[in-house]
Structure formats: structure tokens, C-alpha cells
């Protein structure tokens, strides 16, 4: 069972950046799909990203350009670069193994305003 520990979550303005990190243990984490999703008040669960074993990168329309997952097999952690953030980015922002899903983390906040 894998157990998922999501950081990096801020307040930022439109136009900045945020690196969240994603730190995993068991189950064989490097060897999952591994992906993020994000969830606003009021609002369904949506997947943002997803990165294989292997390097293969997924991104959903919405963050395309502006979005990059990374992962550190070794460290058994998985990245996403936030670049040019926007409001509609505001969101509880989840990792977890893709596309069969363990336990929710606490998940880190993300948060873009003025």
C-alpha cells in the first residue's frame, strides 16, 4: 500500500510559479503511474497530470504548456512544476498512484489571487 505525503502548496499571484512535491513510500512506488489531481470547494475531483515508470507524460488541456510532472524514482518522489499560474488553478491539489487509486493524502493547497 502505497502512503502519499503532498508539500509546496502557497499563495502565489497570477503569473507565478509553485513546485509541489509528492513523497511516496511502499507498495513499489517507482514502479506506479503516478498522478495529480486538484479539487475546488464545491467542485468534482479533476486529474491535472500523470508520469508512467517509464517518463510518459499526460497532461490535461486545462495546464498544457504551463504544467510540467516530473519524478525522482530513486527518491520516490513526483513533481509538478506550476508555471504562469491563474486563478482557476485555485485549488486542494492530490497525488496518487493512476489509474487504480489508493488512500487520499491530506493534499496541499494552491491557492492564486491578487
Known amino acids: 500500500q502505497v502512503q502519499l505525503v503532498e508539500s509546496g502548496g502557497d499563495l502565489v499571484q497570477p503569473g507565478g510559479s509553485l513546485r509541489l512535491s509528492c513523497a511516496a513510500s511502499?507498495?513499489?512506488?517507482?514502479?506506479?503511474?503516478t498522478a495529480w489531481y486538484r479539487q475546488a470547494p464545491g467542485k468534482q475531483r479533476e486529474w491535472v497530470a500523470y508520469?508512467?515508470?517509464?517518463?510518459?507524460?499526460n497532461y490535461a488541456d486545462s495546464v498544457k504548456g504551463r504544467f510540467t510532472i516530473s519524478r525522482d524514482n530513486a527518491g520516490n518522489t513526483v513533481y509538478l512544476q506550476m508555471n504562469n499560474l491563474m486563478p482557476d488553478d485555485t485549488a486542494l491539489y492530490h497525488c496518487?498512484?493512476?489509474?487504480?487509486?489508493?488512500?487520499w493524502g491530506q493534499g496541499t493547497q494552491v491557492t492564486v489571487s491578487s
Open positions: 496518487n498512484t493512476y489509474p487504480n487509486r489508493g488512500p
Open positions: 511502499g507498495s513499489l512506488f517507482s514502479l506506479k503511474t
Open positions: 508520469i508512467t515508470n517509464t517518463g510518459t507524460k
